[in-house]
Structure formats: structure tokens, C-alpha cells
């Protein structure tokens, strides 16, 4: 018998980080390997944040407990902010902060979840979701969308037998870079509606969308008090701020209520310094965050025009948002190297080609490979041609 717990012993290793660590024991063995599987932007954090945190150290916020859901100034801030964005008044008691958006959705299964509840995501995932689900007792249930673009329509929802107590939908989305628009977002929160289920939109990308296209949160379509939307953001991605670990949640009072009495118990608060960054990463002049969103956009075009040439891969759609490329590598490629899945694509493109691409088996979608583009334009390129001598 094992001495670990059910609980943990039932969750699976992520995929994603598995290639990451085989890429790294290469890079540490001395060779060359460039790793396009990360979901962390290469930008160094913008100054004046990095300067606001450590006047926040030299100015002592470092002693003390900050309040469970954060300090006052941050979540005002992530009101306002998200009140001017959407036009939906909220206040301070209806965010709570998190060490990340990752544990913003940890306690949100936690507090909502039964054993036995459905959660019901569309495939492909982000990896996560699954593992927090069955961590929180629930079951997840993943859909295989009608639509070429991957997105949930009510008809999946449609299709799901038994009670559905939560919907999470990735908008834009990890791995595929898709946007739900509008009247697609409104679909889903009205099937959400009609059916008391949950709808937490996970919005960490929301601020990264490309080529004219244009980001509606769930929640300019509806309201937060007494309602069952659950929104979730964070400085991660749209601030460069991976390593902050700040996050969190937009919910009604009471749903913020009961998270801050579980992370009470869990980490107290997020860590302070990382607290006054985040403020000023939401306070300060925001252009930083539109000339990153813009190189990512640059990037975005020139990788996927380049990705699509290679003969044998291909998008189904081109990505709006995120910053990740899900491409399907044709069975007839997959023939002709003598491998047998993409798992073994991604294995044999690390060790012969030395780039580390995580499969789409890891987001519930075998036949796929992702590519964060997350990375200088010219790595890409060099990665881009190790990929056309691999498939040659
Ligand atoms: N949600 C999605 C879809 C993500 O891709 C990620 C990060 O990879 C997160 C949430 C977690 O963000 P954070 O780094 O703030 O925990």
C-alpha cells in the first residue's frame, strides 16, 4: 500500500511540464534546446511595477498579514478596473486575491463542489481544470465541440446527460487561442441560466487578443450579485507577472465569503509585496500592456503563416487570443516518420530536433501539438526551421 493519500494518488502528472523538465535536463547537459512550450511571457516585468514592490519592501509592507482576500487598495482597484472595463458596477467584497489565478479556480471547485457534482469543459483543455476537479470530489466531463473552431456551444451542453453544477469555459482559450464572441458568450450564460448551473469564465488572457478582434467578459452580460457567474483574471499573463503569483476572483459576496474562509486556512494571504506589484501594475500607465499584447500579435502572424507551410501541419482555425498555436500534425506525417502518436511527435522532435513542444494529449486532444509563441521572434524562427528539417 502506498503511503500517499487517493486523493493525490488519483492525480496525473502534467504533460505539459513532463516535456519542460526533459527539455531542461537537455539544456543542463549542454545542449542547445529551445523550449516553445512555456505559458509564461518572455517580457521581463515593466519597471514601475517592479519599483512599486520594492518600495513596498522598503517601506515595511513585509511584516505583517494582509487581509485573506487582500489588501483594500487591490481589490478597489480590480473593481474599478473591471467596472470601466465592463461596465458592470462592482465592489471591493465581491473580488477576493489569490496566490495566482491557478488557486483562485482551486478554491472555487473546493467551495462549490460535492462529491459526485458534474463540471463540464470542452476539449481541448487546459489540464489543470480536470486534476482541480477531481481534487475538489466533482466530475469532469469533457466535450468534444462540434464547431472547427473548438468552442462550447450550448449543443454540446446540450448533449451532457445528468445535472451539470459547473460550466468552465477558457475564453480567450488555452490551448486553441480561441475568442468566444459575444452572442456566443451569451448562449452559454443563458444555457447556464436556464439550467442553475455555474459559469465561471476563466478570463486570464483576456486582455491578449490579435487582429481587430475584440474580448467580451461574461460579465458585460451579466451581473455578479446573487448570480452563479464566477470570473476569473490575474496580472500573469497581460503584465509579464507569472512569478508574483497574483490572481483572483470577481463572485457574488457570499461565494468571496466562503473562498476567503478556506484560504484562510490555506495561505493566510497572497504575499504582500506581490500585492502592492499587482496594484501597480493596475494603476500605472497601461501601454506597456498594449506594446506586449502588440508584439505578441506581430508574433502571432508571422509564426502562424510559417507553422502552416510546413507540409503536414496545419490550425483549423487561426488563433485570436492566448498565445498559443494548437497545430494537427496529418496522420500521413505521423505514417512517414514511423511514429505512432503525437506523444511520440513531440518525444522524437525534442531529442532529434531539440525542440520541446508539449502534445496534445496533455489537453485531451491526441493528434495536436502546442506552441507558445511566448518567446523572441528569432528563437521561434530557429525552432520553426529545426521543425521543417524534422518533418523532411
Ligand atoms: N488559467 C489558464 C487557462 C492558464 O493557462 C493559466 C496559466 O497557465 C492559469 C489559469 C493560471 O494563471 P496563474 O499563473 O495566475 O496561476
Known amino acids: 500500500a502506498s503511503d500517499f493519500s487517493k486523493r493525490t494518488q488519483a492525480v496525473q502528472p502534467s504533460a505539459t511540464l513532463a ?26 516585468t515593466p519597471k514601475a511595477i517592479s519599483e512599486a514592490a520594492i518600495a513596498a519592501i522598503k517601506g515595511g509592507q513585509t511584516s505583517f498579514y494582509t487581509p485573506v482576500g487582500g489588501i483594500l487598495p487591490l481589490r478597489e482597484a480590480i473593481a474599478e478596473q473591471t467596472t470601466k472595463k465592463t461596465g458592470q458596477a462592482l465592489s471591493a467584497n465581491q473580488v477576493t486575491v489569490t496566490s495566482g489565478a491557478k488557486l483562485s479556480l482551486y478554491t472555487i471547485l473546493q467551495v462549490l463542489l460535492n462529491p459526485g457534482d458534474q463540471v463540464v469543459m470542452p476539449e481541448p483543455y487546459w489540464v489543470s481544470y480536470v486534476e482541480q476537479v477531481r481534487l475538489a470530489g466533482g466530475v469532469a466531463t469533457t466535450v468534444k465541440p462540434k464547431t472547427a473552431a473548438m468552442k462550447l456551444t450550448p449543443a454540446d451542453l446540450d448533449d451532457v446527460a445528468g445535472p451539470v453544477k459547473l460550466i468552465i469555459l477558457n475564453n480567450p482559450a488555452n490551448p486553441t487561442g480561441q ?5 456566443e458568450v451569451l448562449a452559454l450564460l443563458d444555457w447556464a441560466d436556464a439550467h442553475d448551473s455555474f459559469l465561471l469564465s476563466d478570463e486570464i488572457y483576456g486582455q491578449l487578443v490579435y487582429n481587430g478582434q475584440t474580448f467580451t467578459s461574461a460579465l458585460v452580460l451579466k451581473k455578479i450579485k446573487n448570480s452563479r457567474l464566477i470570473i476569473v483574471d490575474g496580472v500573469s ?17 457570499k461565494i468571496i465569503a466562503e473562498m476567503n474562509k478556506l484560504l484562510g486556512h490555506m495561505t493566510s494571504n497572497p504575499a504582500a509585496v506581490s500585492q502592492y506589484a499587482a496594484l501597480a501594475a493596475l494603476t500605472v500607465d497601461q501601454k506597456m500592456v498594449e506594446d506586449m499584447r502588440a508584439t505578441f500579435e506581430s508574433r502571432l502572424n508571422e509564426t502562424y503563416a510559417k507553422l502552416i507551410a510546413i507540409p503536414g501541419l496545419s490550425v483549423a482555425q487561426k488563433p485570436e487570443g492566448a498565445f498559443y498555436l494548437f497545430f494537427k500534425v ?22 532529434q530536433a531539440h525542440v520541446a513542444i508539449p502534445a496534445g494529449e496533455g489537453f485531451g486532444m491526441p493528434g495536436y501539438l502546442r506552441l507558445s509563441y511566448a518567446q523572441d521572434q528569432e528563437t521561434i524562427n530557429e525552432a520553426l526551421d529545426r521543425i521543417m528539417a524534422f518533418v523532411q
Open 237 to 253: 499573463k497581460s503584465y509579464s507577472m507569472t512569478g508574483w503569483r497574483i490572481g483572483w476572483t470577481i463572485a457574488d459576496e
Open 19 to 44: 516535456v519542460s523538465k526533459q527539455a531542461k535536463q537537455m539544456a543542463a547537459a549542454g545542449i542547445d534546446v529551445i523550449n516553445l512550450g512555456v505559458g509564461e511571457p518572455d517580457f521581463t
Open 179 to 183: 475568442v468566444y464572441s459575444r452572442a
Open 330 to 351: 496529418d496522420q500521413d506525417l505521423l505514417d512517414k516518420l514511423g511514429l505512432k502518436s503525437t506523444l511520440d511527435f513531440a518525444t522524437a522532435l525534442l531529442k
